[in-house]
């Protein structure tokens, strides 16, 4: 049975940066996608970012393209989202999601991690 299990969430100051933790398990992932996608308090759930994790091609939402960053670590089987310049709209709960298509369309991801949660104080 696939698990994801995220970790990196906290407070932190506008301008700063976290690091988000996706530890995946349960199958091999090489034919997969890895997304991160969040939800703010009111707001559907949206897409963040995605990877495809054999060949590590990546795609991001328009709202942090150049300031955040999915990466991969094979060996740890592990997804990051390393978010840099984080602003206060950034606040949302973090998901960490398994799918088989390179799409933003949550509804096409299979599997869900439990999320983890992003403050970004003014």
């Known amino acids: 049975q696939v698990q994801l299990v995220e970790s990196g969430g906290g407070l932190v100051q506008a301008g700063g940066s976290l690091r988000l933790s996706c530890v995946a398990s349960g199958r091999t992932f090489s034919s997969y996608v890895m997304a991160w996608f969040r939800q703010a308090p009111g707001k559907e759930r949206e897409f963040v970012a995605g990877?495809?994790?054999?060949?590590?091609?990546?795609y991001y939402a328009d709202s942090v393209k150049g300031r955040f960053t999915i990466s991969r670590d094979n060996a740890k089987n592990t997804v990051y989202l390393q978010m840099n310049s984080l602003k206060p709209e950034d606040t949302a709960l973090y998901y960490c999601?398994?799918?088989?298509?390179?799409?933003?369309?949550?509804?096409?991801?299979?599997?869900w991690g439990q999320g983890t949660q992003v403050t970004v104080s003014s």
């Open positions: 999601a398994v799918g088989r298509l390179f799409v933003t369309r949550e509804w096409q991801y299979d599997y």
């Open positions: 990877l495809r994790w054999s060949g590590g091609s990546t």
